[in-house]
C-alpha cells in the first residue's frame, strides 16, 4: 500500500515537473534559436548560460531554505500558489483550445525575434542586445520552471527528484528543439500546458486541503483523482467555449 | 540615496513579479482561491468536518475555473457583437 501511494504521488510530480519544463524549454529555445541564428552562437550561449546561473542560484538559495518550513505551513502556501497558478495556466488553455484566444506559434515568435534583431543590426551594441535578448528569454522562462520545482517539489519532499527530472526535460527538449530546429511549431504546446495546468491544479487542491488538515480518501492516490476530475471538468469548457466561439488566428501570445 | 534606491527598486521588482504571477489580469481567480482556501479553514480546522471539506474544496475550484472562463467567454462574444 505505501509503495502504491509513495509511487502514485512520485508519477504525477515526474509528470507535472517534466511537462511544465518541456513547455517552458520549447519557449526559450525558440528565442536562443532566433538570435543564435541571427546574431551568432556566442552571445547567444553567453546570454543564456549567464540565465541558468542566475536561475540555478535561485533553486540553491532557496531550495534548502523551503525544507525548513513547518510542512503544513509549506503546503498550505504552496498548494494555494499552485491552485492560482493551476487554474490561470488551465483557464488560458481552455480559451486557446475554444478558439476564443490566439495559440502561442514558434514560428512566429521566432520570427518576431528575428526582426527585433535585424532591425538593430546596425546598433553598435549589436552583442549586447543578442546577449540581453537571450538571457531575458531563458530566465523569464526558466524562473516559471524554478518556481514549479521549488514549491512541487520540497512539498512532496521530493526536491532531488524534481530537479533531476527538470533537468532531464530541458535536455531533452534542448536536444530535439536543435535537432529540429525551427519546427517547434510543431510541438503540440497548447495540449501540454493544459496537461501541466491540470496537474498544478490537483496537487494544488491536494496539498493546500494537507495544510488546512483535510484527510483525503485513498491519501495520495486522491492526486490520481483530482487529475481526472479536472480532465473532465476542462474538456467539457472547452467544449462550451468552442460552441460558439469566433474563430482567432495564430499568432504571437503570451 | 543610491543604495536606498536600488533597494527600493528590488523590493518593487519583486513584489510587482508576485503580483503579476498571481493576480495578472484574473484576479477573480486569486480573489475564488482565498476565499476557498478560507472556507476550507473553516470548515476543516475549526468545524472538523471532514467529509464536507474533501467535497468542498475541490468544487469550489471548477466553480472558479468555471466562473473565470465563462466571463472570459462572455467578454469575447460582447467584443464580436
Known amino acids: 500500500m505505501l509503495a502504491t501511494t509513495v509511487s502514485t504521488s512520485a508519477v504525477v510530480l515526474v509528470g507535472a515537473v517534466f511537462l511544465a519544463c518541456a513547455v517552458e524549454m520549447v519557449e526559450a529555445l525558440t528565442?536562443?534559436?532566433?538570435?543564435?541564428?541571427?546574431?551568432?552562437?556566442?552571445?547567444?550561449?553567453?546570454g543564456t548560460f549567464a540565465a541558468l546561473v542566475v536561475l540555478a542560484a535561485l533553486v540553491a538559495a532557496f531550495g534548502p531554505a523551503l525544507v525548513h518550513v513547518p510542512i503544513n505551513a509549506l503546503r498550505l502556501v504552496v498548494g494555494g500558489v499552485l491552485l492560482i497558478f493551476g487554474m490561470?495556466?488551465?483557464?488560458?488553455?481552455?480559451?486557446?483550445?475554444?478558439?476564443?484566444?490566439?495559440?502561442?506559434?514558434?514560428?512566429?515568435?521566432?520570427?518576431?525575434?528575428?526582426?527585433?534583431?535585424?532591425?538593430?543590426?546596425s546598433s553598435?551594441?549589436?552583442?549586447?542586445?543578442?546577449?540581453?535578448?537571450?538571457?531575458?528569454?531563458?530566465?523569464?522562462?526558466?524562473?516559471?520552471?524554478?518556481?514549479?520545482?521549488?514549491?512541487?517539489g520540497t512539498s512532496a519532499h521530493r526536491l532531488g527528484l524534481a530537479v533531476v527530472v527538470a533537468a532531464v526535460a530541458v535536455v531533452s527538449v534542448g536536444v530535439v528543439g536543435i535537432a529540429v530546429a525551427r519546427q517547434l511549431s510543431r510541438v503540440p504546446e497548447n495540449a501540454?500546458?493544459?496537461?501541466?495546468?491540470?496537474?498544478?491544479?490537483?496537487?494544488?487542491?491536494?496539498?493546500s486541503g494537507e495544510g488546512l488538515h483535510v484527510k483525503w480518501p485513498g491519501n495520495d492516490v486522491a492526486l490520481l483523482g483530482f487529475v481526472g476530475l479536472y480532465l473532465v471538468v476542462t474538456w467539457l469548457l472547452v467544449g462550451v467555449v468552442r460552441r460558439d466561439a469566433p474563430r482567432v488566428p495564430r499568432e504571437v501570445a503570451a | 540615496m543610491n543604495r536606498q534606491w536600488i533597494v527600493w527598486r528590488a523590493v518593487?521588482?519583486?513584489?510587482?513579479?508576485?503580483?503579476?504571477?498571481?493576480?495578472?489580469?484574473?484576479?477573480?481567480?486569486?480573489?475564488?482561491?482565498?476565499?476557498?482556501?478560507?472556507?476550507?479553514a473553516l470548515i476543516s480546522v475549526t468545524g472538523h468536518a471532514n467529509a464536507a471539506a474533501v467535497i468542498v474544496l475541490p468544487l469550489l475550484a471548477i466553480l472558479s475555473l468555471t466562473a473565470s472562463v465563462l466571463r472570459a467567454r462572455r467578454a469575447a462574444l460582447r467584443e464580436r457583437e
Open chain 1, 124 to 152: 553598435p551594441n549589436r552583442d549586447r542586445i543578442a546577449f540581453v535578448m537571450a538571457f531575458k528569454g531563458v530566465f523569464l522562462e526558466g524562473l516559471e520552471v524554478v518556481i514549479a520545482v521549488l514549491t512541487l
Open chain 1, 192 to 207: 501540454m500546458k493544459m496537461g501541466v495546468g491540470v496537474m498544478l491544479v490537483s496537487f494544488g487542491t491536494f496539498w
Open chain 1, 88 to 121: 490561470q495556466w488551465l483557464r488560458k488553455a481552455i480559451l486557446r483550445a475554444g478558439g476564443l484566444k490566439a495559440r502561442h506559434d514558434e514560428d512566429e515568435v521566432y520570427r518576431e525575434a528575428v526582426a527585433t534583431l535585424d532591425a538593430a543590426a
Open chain 1, 31 to 46: 528565442i536562443v534559436l532566433a538570435v543564435g541564428q541571427t546574431r551568432g552562437w556566442r552571445s547567444a550561449l553567453q
Open chain 2, 12 to 40: 518593487k521588482g519583486f513584489g510587482m513579479f508576485w503580483w503579476d504571477f498571481l493576480v495578472g489580469d484574473t484576479p477573480e481567480l486569486f480573489v475564488a482561491a482565498v476565499v476557498t482556501l478560507g472556507a476550507i
